[in-house]
């Protein structure tokens, strides 16, 4: 499957965005989604995953309370609401598709190109 992460952008701090992964292909629905953002030196940190009918979801502890996870299998995507942004949210974010939903980036196949999130304080 193919992913294209889009939604990101600058925002102030407190405001929100929603993130959208768009995937390609006939079997999104066969798929876990998982976002994932990296912020300049640091390591790739999990944010939200969802299981493939979107009955199951596990939100990062950085964002909890800020951040839910989304989807619409009938359109092929998987969305990421953030909510009182801050500046500590500043990041790369990436979604991810895979056979479970997990916080761990191995359990992922397929990655989107990533979308740039920028909170301004």
């Known amino acids: 499957v193919q992913l294209q992460a889009s939604g990101g952008g600058l925002v102030q701090a407190g405001g929100s965005l929603m993130l959208s992964c768009a995937a390609s292909?006939?079997?999104?629905?066969?798929?876990?989604m998982g976002w994932f953002r990296q912020a300049p030196g640091k390591e790739r940190e999990f944010v939200a995953t969802i299981s493939k009918l979107g009955d199951n979801t596990y939100i990062g502890d950085s964002v909890k309370g800020r951040a839910t996870i989304s989807r619409d299998n009938a359109k092929k995507t998987a969305y990421l609401q953030m909510n009182n942004l801050k500046s500590e949210d500043t990041a790369v974010y990436y979604c991810?598709?895979?056979?479970?939903?997990?916080?761990?980036?191995?359990?992922?196949?397929?990655w989107g190109q990533g979308t740039q999130v920028t909170v301004s304080s």
């Open positions: 991810a598709a895979g056979r479970l939903a997990s916080r761990w980036y191995g359990g992922y196949d397929s």
């Open positions: 292909g006939r079997t999104f629905s066969s798929y876990a």
